[in-house]
């Protein structure tokens, strides 16, 4: 596609009247889902500090029963239910590549609240961070938007798209019985973000069904998934929450959550067939751009830093009990070591 031909479509777009509702209903759902997220976070600490039970490895049954008697948690959950039906109803009205870049702007809210109520002000390699998320998933479903093509499903497809997510859902909850004991959030983030993917995709799947009367038991299966699937990412989401901070959390969904559910319909559903060799170049420089986002915020977010800096670590021992902060810094450490940094300074000598 012409660079004349993707601007006139833009600018197509943009007369559409429609999107005078869309946008307001996309930046409302935002805030919805900011605002629910921390909530939600701060329900999940209020459990854990009333059990007396960490939940880095897992919440327990007891402490999800809890959850919902703590009111800021139920009304967390509220708000991104309120935040969901948001996004659905501005996608009726505008097309994903307005809507999709708006949702990425409660990463922003999310940031601003956290700093406020945690008091750890945002330094600059996080706000380079969040840049890096918000950037690179704007290019990303803005390419998609662009090639994405609307197709039948047929039923050879949604078959492959439910082995497809058995198969992750075996290996994520394997790897989580496996490695529980050394997980972190950045674990538990992108197991949600992988999950939401799927979900959002046959989400639509069963959407387009009802919508052109193919409501079988193959479609009754899909539902039956869709709601296991959302079940496996809340619980995955709410346990992130008790080991790492809530921008964090929502960087992780907004950057995975798409990306996944994209590439779903560009190997699975066929939906670009037609996209230039160029286009998916630019889904992995795009991709690459807000992954590094997300490990870069896991690695450099204030409170991470600062609480994994609150239990001294006497030389050559290791503390009794590792906190969530230590844990993610940790994982992230071995996925994306520090570089080395010469000390020309000269040492210290005693007067």
Same mark, same amino acid.
């Given at each position: 596609m012409a660079l004349e031909e993707i601007t006139d479509e833009l600018v197509g777009i943009f007369k559409d009247p429609a999107i005078l509702i869309g946008i307001p209903l996309a930046l409302l759902g935002a805030v919805f889902m900011s605002f629910g997220a921390q909530y939600q976070h701060r329900g999940?600490? !209020?459990?854990?500090?009333? #059990?007396?039970?960490?939940g880095n490895t897992g919440l327990t049954g007891g402490q999800l029963v809890n959850l919902l008697r703590r009111p800021s948690w139920v009304l967390g959950t509220v708000m991104l239910g309120l935040a969901i039906v948001c996004q659905l109803a501005a996608m009726s009205f505008a097309p994903l590549i307005i809507v999709q870049p708006i949702g990425a702007i409660s990463l922003v809210i999310t940031t601003l609240l956290n700093a406020r109520i945690s008091g750890h002000k945002p330094t600059r390699r996080s706000i380079t961070a969040i840049a890096l998320c918000v950037v690179g998933i704007f290019i990303f479903v803005t390419i998609a938007a662009l090639y994405a093509t609307e197709t039948a499903v047929s039923d050879q497809q949604l078959i492959t798209v439910l082995i497809i997510?058995?198969?992750? $859902?075996?290996v994520i909850g394997g790897t989580w019985l496996w490695l529980r004991q050394r997980?972190?959030?950045?674990?538990?983030?992108?197991?949600a973000g992988v999950i939401y993917g799927f979900v959002a995709t046959l989400a639509k $799947?069963?959407? #387009?069904?009802?919508?052109?009367g193919d409501f079988d038991w193959l #479609?009754?299966?899909?539902?039956?998934?869709?709601?296991?699937? #959302?079940?496996?990412?809340?619980y995955f989401v709410q346990t992130a929450?008790?080991?790492?901070?809530?921008?964090?959390v929502i960087a992780g969904l907004t950057v995975v959550d798409p990306i996944v559910a994209i590439v779903i319909g560009l190997t699975v559903l066929h939906e670009a067939a037609t996209a230039p060799f160029g286009a998916y170049i630019g889904f992995v420089i795009a991709g690459a751009l807000a992954v590094t986002g997300v490990f870069q915020l896991a690695?450099?977010?204030?409170?991470?830093?600062?609480?994994?800096? /609150?239990i001294p670590i006497a030389r050559g021992s290791e503390p009794a009990v590792k906190t969530g902060a230590i844990r993610l810094?940790?994982?992230?450490? !071995?996925?994306?070591? /520090?570089?080395?940094?010469?000390d020309e300074r000269p040492p210290r000598t005693r007067r």
């Amino acid at each position: 596609m012409a660079l004349e031909e993707i601007t006139d479509e833009l600018v197509g777009i943009f007369k559409d009247p429609a999107i005078l509702i869309g946008i307001p209903l996309a930046l409302l759902g935002a805030v919805f889902m900011s605002f629910g997220a921390q909530y939600q976070h701060r329900g999940v600490q !209020k459990v854990e500090r009333l #059990t007396a039970v960490s939940g880095n490895t897992g919440l327990t049954g007891g402490q999800l029963v809890n959850l919902l008697r703590r009111p800021s948690w139920v009304l967390g959950t509220v708000m991104l239910g309120l935040a969901i039906v948001c996004q659905l109803a501005a996608m009726s009205f505008a097309p994903l590549i307005i809507v999709q870049p708006i949702g990425a702007i409660s990463l922003v809210i999310t940031t601003l609240l956290n700093a406020r109520i945690s008091g750890h002000k945002p330094t600059r390699r996080s706000i380079t961070a969040i840049a890096l998320c918000v950037v690179g998933i704007f290019i990303f479903v803005t390419i998609a938007a662009l090639y994405a093509t609307e197709t039948a499903v047929s039923d050879q497809q949604l078959i492959t798209v439910l082995i497809i997510l058995a198969v992750v $859902i075996v290996v994520i909850g394997g790897t989580w019985l496996w490695l529980r004991q050394r997980t972190s959030a950045l674990f538990y983030i992108v197991a949600a973000g992988v999950i939401y993917g799927f979900v959002a995709t046959l989400a639509k $799947i069963v959407i #387009t069904r009802i919508q052109y009367g193919d409501f079988d038991w193959l #479609t009754i299966i899909c539902v039956i998934a869709l709601v296991a699937g #959302t079940a496996a990412g809340a619980y995955f989401v709410q346990t992130a929450y008790a080991s790492g901070p809530p921008d964090l959390v929502i960087a992780g969904l907004t950057v995975v959550d798409p990306i996944v559910a994209i590439v779903i319909g560009l190997t699975v559903l066929h939906e670009a067939a037609t996209a230039p060799f160029g286009a998916y170049i630019g889904f992995v420089i795009a991709g690459a751009l807000a992954v590094t986002g997300v490990f870069q915020l896991a690695r450099y977010h204030p409170q991470v830093v600062s609480d994994s800096q /609150e239990i001294p670590i006497a030389r050559g021992s290791e503390p009794a009990v590792k906190t969530g902060a230590i844990r993610l810094t940790e994982a992230v450490s !071995k996925v994306w070591p /520090e570089p080395p940094v010469d000390d020309e300074r000269p040492p210290r000598t005693r007067r």
